[in-house]
């Protein structure tokens, strides 16, 4: 089968700044793939390129075996860790934007049968991610939580293949981060998503992950810290027995998470 996504031989070079380097990777459809690393190490940019926002200095990137468009569609979604909402925007106005951007462009305007399918489309998203009683609030009225679930809906609205996460639950308290890990794990079942989340959190990233990936240098020089990039050093696919177990060197690369 054709992977989802391919990353062939891609570097990434801000000038002498080396940021990735040889970072080869396929990615299955239907695949959750954790990625964690430390900071700076290039996870964000790595996102970013799958998104479409950045191109690659050297390399190609693939989406179903075609290269991947130079600029973000509606088949890629994302969730930031901190999300700017439309602040002067209702929640089902926030979600209906998405859909307004993707149908007319140009005019921003939806009208008729396209605007009610729209609205019925929001609405039945919201409803999903918990937010169905919540349609008139205004951002400012929600918890922080909540304001990641209006992130997802948001970024699902166009009904993406491949959900791209940086971090999006680092900024909740522990006990919300649990129910946003059985929303994100509903949803990525329920809509055949192919997921690839960043997290700081190396339980995080077993526990959701069908894969995960550790993104660090390979090589390092002292005298030029900027020299060599960062690419995929670990690459552990997950059955459920391995689930349980975090390998010794994944562990020691992102102390205190
Ligand atoms: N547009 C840019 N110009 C120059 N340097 C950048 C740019 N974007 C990212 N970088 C650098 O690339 C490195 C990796 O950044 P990032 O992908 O945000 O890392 P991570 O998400 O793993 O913390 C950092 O050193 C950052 O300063
Ligand atoms: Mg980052």
Same mark, same amino acid.
């Given at each position: ?7 062939? #031989? ?24 954790? !990625?964690?690393? $430390? ?9 970013? &390129?799958?998104?479409?926002? /950045?191109? $690659?200095?050297?390399?190609? !990137? &693939? ?5 991947? $468009? ?21 929640? &089902?106005?926030?979600?209906? @934007? ?7 462009? &140009? ?30 609030? @205004?951002?400012?009225? %929600? ?6 679930? %209006? ?15 940086? /971090?999006?639950?680092?900024?909740? =308290? ?12 509903? %949803?990525?079942? /329920?809509?055949?998503?192919?997921? %690839?989340?960043?997290?700081? =959190? ?19 020089? $002292? ?12 690459? @552990?696919?997950?059955? #459920? ?17």
């Amino acid at each position: 089968m054709t992977p989802v996504l391919s990353f062939r #031989d891609v570097w990434v070079e801000y000038g002498d700044h080396v940021v990735l380097e040889k970072v080869n990777l396929e990615v299955a459809k239907g695949a959750f793939v954790s !990625i964690v690393g $430390p900071s700076g190490a290039g996870k964000s940019t790595f996102l970013r &390129l799958a998104l479409g926002q /950045e191109a $690659p200095s050297r390399g190609s !990137i &693939l989406l179903d075996g075609a290269t991947l $468009p130079p600029e973000p569609g509606p088949d890629r979604g994302v969730v930031f860790q901190r999300y700017s909402v439309f602040p002067h925007m209702s929640v &089902l106005e926030n979600v209906m @934007f998405g859909a307004r951007c993707e149908q007319a462009p &140009l005019t921003g305007l939806l009208v008729g049968a396209t605007r009610r399918q729209a609205r019925a489309d929001a609405v039945a998203i919201l409803q999903q991610v918990g937010l169905g009683a919540a349609l008139k609030a @205004f951002p400012r009225a %929600l918890s922080g939580g909540m304001q990641q679930r %209006l992130a997802i809906a948001q970024a699902l609205i166009t009904r993406p293949r491949i959900l791209l996460l940086d /971090e999006p639950f680092g900024a909740l =308290d522990p006990g919300v981060r649990l129910d946003m890990h059985e929303l994100i794990t509903g %949803l990525w079942r /329920e809509h055949g998503l192919t997921i %690839l989340m960043v997290t700081h =959190d190396i339980k995080e990233a077993f526990k959701l992950g069908t894969r995960v990936i550790a993104v660090d240098k390979r090589r390092h020089d $002292p005298h030029a810290p900027h020299r060599y990039g960062s690419t995929a050093v670990y690459d @552990f696919p997950l059955d #459920d027995k391995r689930k349980t177990a975090i390998p010794k060197e994944i562990a020691a690369m992102t102390s205190g998470a």
